[in-house]
């Protein structure tokens, strides 16, 4: 379907035995802000492409890393959700209260050690709607069923559907992604997308600003595996901690940030966490920002690959339930849901280029 600049329409994607949807914007009088994405719902609603630029001549370039052997194995590539968990657990377990725990052990991922469970929506096949295109934007909208039966009902026994409504403008794209409670108990969960970006250019001239307040610390010993990576529910000043060598509250250039595995809490209002690259199109930085409302208040950034850094925005963060159980339900930060209802949260992906860095 097209209409006016925008286009909305499924199609194959190389390497992949199904269709994705892709989601285009492009203006033959300004075909350098053309603006493309596809979207995998076979393999967990996974952002598989986010090209700016003249994708029809070939000469816009991609935001996001992606490996297709690890998407269809069930790693982690691309930019993909994470719900109703957010990075690790401790003791592979969520304390949901009244003494109801629910066991995680049976989740394995390929990578990130024995805690790591990232949700259990993003290997998964989800259903889509057709897609569509009007004058001001494509869309197409996706979800999955919570059920009894379903692949991970019992590592989150809550009758529910995850949906999310994708909308391509030519700013950028927009992920609003709602939960319907259809159980008879009310929930918490958390919920956060998780994008690896690619590296471009030079290290020295890509820059990162997740303006945060506090880090959130994490058991750093091996030797306890139940916790390993886990948050102790302590937080630390981001500019006087270990003398703000973790602070990105002003944008500082990737080279500087070569061992971070860091954990983030307490978004400054007002503010957009963003990545900048300095030297892609030779007419000036391309800017990506992470435009999210006011209930993202976590970040992760990690950037220890030699191909792609992530810098992650999420309502919740690790151990989330778990952290609400031990008192610090500020801090878990959860989103509730009552019986019979819904509730909807906004993230998204939005690129300018030709622009100069923020500072």
């Known amino acids: 379907m097209t209409t006016g600049p925008f286009s909305a329409y499924r199609a194959p994607f190389p390497g992949l035995a199904d269709d994705v949807v892709v989601l285009e914007y492009f203006d033959a009088a300004r075909p350098d802000q053309g603006l493309q994405v596809a979207v995998d719902p076979w393999h967990g609603s996974n952002v598989i492409s986010l090209q700016k630029g003249n ?53 394995s991922r390929v990578r990130g050690g024995p805690l790591l469970v990232h949700g259990v929506v993003y290997d998964q096949p989800w259903e889509s709607s057709e897609p569509e295109a009007t004058s001001s934007s494509a869309a197409v909208t996706t979800f999955i069923d919570f059920s009894p039966g379903h692949a991970h009902f019992g590592q989150f026994p809550f009758p529910c559907r995850l949906e ?33 970006f690619k590296r471009i250019g030079e290290d020295s001239e890509t820059f990162l600003c997740l303006p945060a307040e506090r880090l959130l610390e994490v058991n750093n010993d091996p030797d306890d595996p139940n916790t390993f990576l886990v948050p102790t529910g302590r937080t630390h000043d981001v500019e006087t901690y270990a003398g703000g060598k973790y ?41 990506v920002e992470m435009r999210t409302d006011a209930k993202h208040q976590h970040g992760v950034v990690y950037t220890q690959e030699p191909e792609f850094f992530c810098m992650e925005v999420t309502t919740a963060p690790a151990d989330a339930h778990n952290l609400a159980q031990r008192g610090l339900a500020e801090l878990a ?10 509730v909807t949260n906004t993230a998204g992906l939005y690129v300018s280029i030709g622009v100069a860095l923020p500072r």
């Not at 070569?258 to 007419?283: A, E, H, K, L």
């Not at 930060?333 to 819904?342: G, H, I, P």
């Open 333 to 342: 930060n959860l989103t509730y849901v009552q019986l019979r209802k819904s």
């Open 247 to 287: 602070s990105l509250t002003s944008p500082r250039p990737l080279s500087e940030l070569s061992d971070f595995d860091t954990f983030y809490t307490g978004m400054q209002p007002g503010r957009t966490p963003f990545i900048y690259y300095g030297s892609v199109t030779g007419t000036g930085g391309t800017l």
């Open 55 to 107: 994708f029809r001549e070939g000469s816009a370039f991609e935001i996001l890393h992606l490996d297709i052997s690890r998407l269809v194995n069930g790693d982690f590539t691309g930019n993909f959700p994470m719900f109703p968990y957010v990075n690790r657990y401790a003791n592979k377990a969520a304390d949901f209260g009244d003494g109801r725990v629910v066991d995680l052990s049976d989740i």
């Open 164 to 196: 999310v409504r994708f909308t391509l403008t030519e700013e950028g794209l927009r992920q609003d992604h709602t939960v319907h409670n259809l159980g008879h108990d009310e929930f918490g969960f958390g919920m956060g997308w998780h994008p690896f």
